[in-house]
């Protein structure tokens, strides 16, 4: 069962790296990234370096998957909140700029700008 619950680990990983790469690979054709994009593989990242640290059970990655996939579309409506949005805008927009670095690139849908 360990050995499973680290493939699906492995598995989770590589669709972080994926979501880094595409973004990466977008910023360098000039096309704009959109905020949603970047809060996905963000929460990629965060939850595989989680499940990593910390002996949970990797099992729980399977749903967690989609509820990312899900769960950016609602972060997009939550960014328009006064004092929450502005807070995770900050906090995504600036993990973004950190991933795109190196190859410029420029986030879009931001809702009221940074």
Do not use: C, D
Not at 37 to 51: E, H, T
Request: glycine fraction near 8%.
């Amino acid at each position: 069962m360990v050995i499973i619950q680290w493939i699906i680990w492995g598995a989770f990983l590589f669709v972080a790296v994926g979501f880094l790469f595409n973004l990466r690979q977008e910023a360098k054709r000039n096309q704009r990234i959109h905020i949603v994009m970047v809060a996905q593989a963000v929460l990629y990242f965060l939850f595989s370096i989680l499940f990593f640290i910390f002996p949970w059970n990797k099992f729980h990655l399977i749903w967690i998957f989609p509820t990312i996939m899900m769960g950016s579309q609602i972060l997009f409506i939550i960014f328009r909140f006064p004092v929450i949005g502005t807070l995770l805008r900050v906090i995504f927009v600036t993990f973004g700029e950190a991933m795109l670095v190196g190859v410029g690139g420029t986030i879009q849908g931001v809702p009221y700008g940074k």
